[in-house]
């Protein structure tokens, strides 16, 4: 038999030896999606059977060929998501923080790969490539989080790619060293807020993080309206919100639920005198000459002093803060109820405390260790 046609149009011979002489052999490339080559042979009893076979496949791989032109790339697919599915139910920031990720480190290398042509090995590839590039395990695994999102979406709802297909962005990564956030003990609190470096701003500031645990954009967008003192509560109702790139604005608080927190007396104490000549409307840390949240970075250079004049640990941040206060009142507080507990500093479940607020304490391990000795040692037992 002669060369066979393989310019996608296929070959229609007549057999003209051996057992099937006399029958027509239809034979064909079909190039599947992966880009891997497939060579399809079959006999007919005649030559119109034969061509009818060829007709179909190429009919199909015209099908093929136009679906997969009309099909999105994984660049024009994160693209379609950021400006019409994501707003529906995602901040505005984190939308920009996923589309800078995806442009610096993905869109050159993979967004041009249509949604079903990608695969484990390209992936793999290209995270260690990125990691070659000097990337750091935490930032791999948020680009991770973001393309397997993505094409989870494109599975379903979305149906972009076929129900079948396996996420090809979810591979296990190495699991980046968490940071060891810190938390103090009741007197180490104490210590902090009364230290005699501290400026009366300084001190209120402070207090506010560890006596109130409130968040630094509820802290930052504070007035002295909001504290109520009459009431000895604290209304969060705002913070600044800083998007990507850098640019801050007022909205509702983290989860765009308004609370209460309560304000103990030593807090009213040391806030009441400095908020005292204030306007209801005025921020107590304004922008230099005009009433408006000073910028984020600002904000933490009044930070760095506090900590230096209150002897705080050098790596200690506001979120430590937030979470010393959580952790005592978990720890050492039994009488506050968890519910309570979560309506005052603003977490929509309960388990989030559990899971990210909670550390060993001293004061509440003699605690236990009292009570054990109490139980245990006693005649009864």
């Known amino acids: 038999m002669g060369t ?6 296929g070959s229609c011979r007549e057999v003209l030896t051996g057992k099937h002489a006399g029958k027509w052999r239809g034979q064909f490339n079909l190039r599947g999606q992966k880009g891997l ?3 399809i042979s079959r006999l007919f009893s005649t030559k119109t059977e034969a061509k009818s076979f060829l007709h179909d496949l190429r009919r199909g791989v015209r099908i093929e060929n136009a679906r997969r032109s009309r099909e ?3 660049g024009e697919w994160f693209d379609w998501l950021a400006e019409n599915d994501w707003p529906e139910s995602i901040e505005a920031s984190t939308i920009g923080y996923r589309r800078g990720r995806f442009r610096k480190y993905i869109q050159r290398l993979m967004g041009h790969i249509p949604l079903s042509r990608i695969d484990a090995l390209q992936v793999r590839a290209v995270f260690k490539r990125l990691r070659e ?3 750091s395990e935490s930032l791999l ?3 991770k989080s973001d393309l397997v999102r993505a094409f989870n979406q494109a599975i379903t709802p979305y149906q972009r790619v076929p129900m079948t297909s396996a996420n090809p962005f979810r591979l296990p990564l190495a699991q980046a060293t968490p940071r060891q956030a810190t938390a103090l003990t009741p007197g180490q609190v104490r ?4 230290a005699k470096r501290l400026s009366s701003s300084e001190r209120a500031m402070l207090a506010l993080f560890f006596l109130a645990g409130l968040r630094l954009g509820e802290v930052m967008a504070i007035t002295a309206g909001q504290i109520r003192l009459d009431a000895d509560l ?3 109702d705002r913070a600044v919100r800083v998007e990507f790139g850098g640019k801050q604005s007022v909205g509702l608080p983290k989860g765009k639920k308004t609370r209460t927190a309560v304000m103990c007396r030593t807090l009213k104490a040391i806030v009441a005198p400095f908020i005292a000549e204030m306007a209801p409307e005025q921020y107590l840390w304004s922008a230099e000459g005009q009433n ?5 970075k600002r904000i933490y250079d009044v930070w760095k002093g506090i900590r230096a004049a209150a002897g705080l640990p050098p790596d200690m941040s506001p979120h430590d803060c937030r979470l010393t206060h959580i952790n005592i009142i978990e720890k050492l507080m039994p009488n506050v109820s968890v519910s309570t507990l979560k309506e005052h500093v603003g977490h929509a479940a309960t388990g989030v405390t559990e899971a990210n607020y909670t550390r060993p304490i001293s004061t509440a391990q003699s605690i236990l260790r009292d009570e054990l000795d109490r139980i245990f040692a006693s005649e009864d037992a």
Do not use: E, S
């Open 133 to 135: 590039d000097g990337a």
């Open 292 to 296: 408006k949240p000073r910028m984020k």
């Open 37 to 39: 080559k497939t060579r």
């Open 234 to 236: 604290i209304v969060i």
């Open 72 to 74: 999105l790339t994984l």
């Open 191 to 194: 210590a902090a807020v009364v």
């Open 141 to 143: 695994i948020a680009i």
């Open 4 to 9: 066979r046609a393989d310019n996608h149009d």
